[in-house]
């Protein structure tokens, strides 16, 4: 009777084989290269290449799908360690700085993810936008990480039905650019970049090439809030190659570039960019634009343009744009429109250019607009700026009115926003 194991194949000096000896086996025996394994998985081919190697252990869901696809009828698959042969980030949770949890280890226990979750979650991501365009990122935020948190870990430990893998991928990438975005405007850069980049890994395994684009669109938001404009710049270049490109994610891109652009301080490319976007949002959506470009309007057009302007230090522009850009989005509001705080930013960079230009009676005006949306909405992002614009009332010696109110701000944020 023949007990031989047949997972177990001979390897060197007659031991068994290990995962990654077999994998390369096999991959040999059916003439197929590293990089086209990866595109068939899909994963990527660097972590591939540490697999075949023996550096890394496969997931059980990656070491089934590489023993379907290589037909190993179980061979390769039964070589998989029943424990990992060394420490990675996700055996345990992944804390920032402050002791918020970003990511959680891969459990199998709770619910199996299956078609329903999937749809829950993609829900759950519509909310989370809404609560943070009424309410701003800082109270939202621990929601959002937890959220991704939960499916994260059930694409870690492949908790879910293999049916809706793809499915799963997509909407948790899509979940993490949203806790990306809402860590940026809490002021959590640090985890606004970690994030972003678990956002990206997921969308691409997912094959989800738009929300890619949205993604790196969003890095390159991030490059530029730390004023680094030849990374921003880079980003959006390689992007804007591809021939496939919608035009109206085209056009976030020439966003992006102008203002990186306008960091550099060249001007006349700076404004040709932003004209070559406005262009092409003044037009119609076409079938080919993604539904999440809906935000690119006439009020994030004047938003940009006053942007530029006070990139370049030319604050008495920037007043007329900031204006609209406000002027634009109440109008939007009073049609039920529920981006608050996209209108509170507006107002903090308007009261900005003001007290550069020691505009004071209009100064004065937006600082009560800005007392009723402080109370509202919890920006950490907005916040800073406006403790700023407080700073420099003080040293300009405003009038009275002025830095009373000034004064008024700066409590309420002590309150309502502590640094």
Known sequence: MDTTDTRSTPGKAG?????GEKLAALMAERGIGLRQLARLVPCDHGHLSKLRSGDKTPS?????RLDELLCADGALAGLRPSAPTHRTLHNGPLFDREGLVLLAPPTERGRLADADYVQTLREDNQRLISMDSLHGGNDVLPLSLRIFRSAHAKLAAGSHERTVQRDLEAAAGETAEI??????????????RQIIHEALFLSRLAGDRSMEQFEL????????HERRSREALRICE????DPRMPPRV??????????????????????????????????SITERDPSWTWWLDDAELAWHRGMLHIELDEWGRAVDCMAASARTRTNARRLASTRTRARYNDLAHLLEALVHVQQWNAAESVIADVLDQAAEVGSARTAKLLRGVVAQVARDRAPSTVADASEDLRQLLAVVDPA
């Open 250 to 283: 085209g056009a976030l891109f020439d966003l992006r570039r102008a203002r990186a652009l306008a960091q550099m301080n060249d001007c006349a490319a700076a404004f040709r960019a932003l004209e070559q976007a406005a262009a092409t949002i003044g037009e």
């Open 217 to 224: 669109s969003h890095l390159a938001l991030l490059a530029l």
């Open 238 to 241: 390689a992007v804007q190659d």
């Open 60 to 64: 059980a869901k990656l070491a089934d």
């Open 179 to 192: 806790a990306s975005w809402i860590a940026y405007d809490a002021d959590k850069q640090e985890i606004a």
């Open 15 to 19: 031991e068994a084989m290990t995962f």
